[in-house]
């Protein structure tokens, strides 16, 4: 009996080992992703939720029906057809047909305008930059074909013909352009890294050529938020965001239309006379008044920046609280009083 309980005991003692071994090895690889200062330990990490960046891939979804739907439309074009394919047929007569894609670029630019425009989570700069790639590659691939469209309008011989990839192929480019972009989102998506530490919260951000390290301490903390979404509601995530009170969290927004530098014919110039002179301010004026623009400070979830979309987002900010608390003025005065009280009753 002694046997078995001294083998249990090794069994458990091993087990142990192995765990703290684990742990340990563990540590060290955080320590050198989080750069950790000597003595400090990783307490919580977190990566953004699967769904954190749904918009995008959304937007990869509508680009792929675009692409399907100009590609399909003639086949798919009946009195019963939906007004999408009718809307793309329409498209596709009035800008030369089948063999030109100017109806297709003009859709697209007009989705890479409103998806600028809304200033949602897809309306980044490299988003952007990504959706006119994919509106101008057929009106490149067909250069050719479309000087040959336009020099046939006024010359006997057209020229054109000197690219040899031919028409763009709406379903192929659309499956590529798709993909490229969704494995692209999900590297964006994995390339941000949230810890908190025994000493600060950490924000490390690495994608591409891009490097970002942010370190807050927790004595700098002023107040933690939750941001949920009704998407984030019904997933399971959520956004904790920190502010501080040096303004970290916080951005500044314009309000309003604005029109940016001087108005055209409201300047006043030399020659003009008091009745011209007053007719421009008053011009000035209400135009002004109507782009009247008004800055205000409100909180942005930058995933550089925050706990974007996170799952179990409870226990981090639960642990950012505490933290918080155990660092704050108050907490550490307290402390202090106690010290000073057990010290006298000492004496």
Known sequence: MSEESDVAEETNANVQTSDESKKEAEQARLKKIFRLIEG?????????????FLGMYLLGLVVLAIHFLFDNANSLGDDESSGFVKFALFMIDITGGEK?????????????WMNRLVNVSTSGRWVTIGLLIISLTPMVLQADDVLYWVTDLWMDEPVGDFIPIGQYNYTLFGLFFVSVYTALTYYYQRSFHYAVTSDAVIFEHSFL????HRRILFDRISEVMVERTPVGTLLGFATVTILTDSGVGIVEENTGPGIAGA??????????SKAEKASKGILRSAIGLLTYQRTIRTVRADPKHCMYNIRNWESAKALLNEKHKEHSQSNL??????????SSDDK
């Not at 400090?40 to 954190?52: N, Q, Y």
């Not at 108005?263 to 003009?272: A, L, Q, V």
């Open 333 to 342: 005065l307290r402390d202090l009083k106690d010290t000073i009280v057990a």
């Open 100 to 112: 030109y894609p100017f109806g297709f670029v003009f859709v697209m630019l007009f989705i890479t």
């Open 40 to 52: 400090e330990e990783v307490l919580l990490t977190k990566r953004p939720s699967t769904f954190a």
């Open 263 to 272: 108005i055209p014919g409201t300047t006043e110039k030399e020659g003009d």
């Open 209 to 212: 050529l891009s490097r970002s």
